[in-house]
């Protein structure tokens, strides 16, 4: 079954705590991204990655490192110099299709701070 | 990156078509427009996209003027289920940002 999982669903951090939010596709897509989503808002790009070993800031990557390493994997670390983290974390990948990018979002993170 | 303004929220009531506008008067020649819909707690969801004239798939229709200024988001015979956030996006080629609006609030009431 293809798709696109996060983990965990909750998350609680604690003052000065890094903490690192998982993201996993099977759909053998080059693109991954990472988004933050407060409530009764849109999505905020935090970082993505066209292709492994190689990825881009977004608008608000401040706080945030990303990794990719592997083409099925994106995690994303909060740092503790993210002073606002609570927030809910979305995870997408795209392939290049025959018009224009179809993005896929996986179920996301929900990051409390304690 | 072509900015797109859609209304806030919507209400309607099960079984009537819902309409929902979205203007982009910047877009480029080379952008598409895609639609998501997003439940809360969940991850926004793809439902269409076209380039111009009519799109028609098993959930939804698009329409997109010659201008192409401005899409219309046609939901026919929505359910209670339908409620949820609708988002327009211009642009999207591959590797470029996506960049998502507030969305459309719909509440569809019984």
């Known amino acids: 079954d293809g798709g696109i999982t996060q983990s965990p669903k909750y998350l609680f951090r604690k003052e000065g705590q890094n903490v690192t939010l998982s993201c996993e596709q099977n759909l053998n897509h080059d693109a991954m991204y990472w988004y933050r989503q407060d409530p009764g808002q849109g999505l905020r790009l935090i970082y993505y990655?066209?292709?492994?070993?190689?990825?881009q800031k977004g608008d608000i990557a401040e706080g945030y490192s990303v990794s990719r390493e592997k083409k099925e994997s994106f995690p994303l670390t909060v740092t503790s110099a993210q002073k606002n983290p609570t927030a809910f974390y979305l995870c997408?990948?795209?392939?290049?299709?025959?018009?224009?990018?179809?993005?896929?979002f996986g179920p996301g993170t929900r990051l409390l701070v304690l | 990156l072509a900015k797109t303004t859609q209304p806030i929220s919507m209400d309607s009531y099960e079984g009537q078509e819902v309409n929902i506008t979205c203007s982009h008067n910047n877009i480029a020649t080379n952008d598409y427009i895609t639609w998501y819909q997003q439940f809360p707690s969940q991850g926004p969801r793809f439902i269409i996209q076209g380039y111009k004239t009519k799109v028609t798939n098993e959930v939804a229709s698009l329409f997109i003027p010659a201008d192409r200024k401005s899409s219309t988001l046609s939901l026919p015979r929505v359910s209670l289920s339908d409620t949820a956030v609708y988002y327009c996006?211009?642009?999207?080629?591959?590797?470029?940002?996506?960049?998502f609006g507030a969305g459309t609030i719909l509440r569809v009431k019984s």
């Open positions: 990655s066209q292709i492994v070993n190689d990825f």
């Open positions: 996006l211009v642009g999207g080629e591959y590797g470029n940002k996506l960049v």
């Open positions: 997408a990948s795209s392939s290049r299709g025959t018009h224009q990018e179809t993005q896929y």
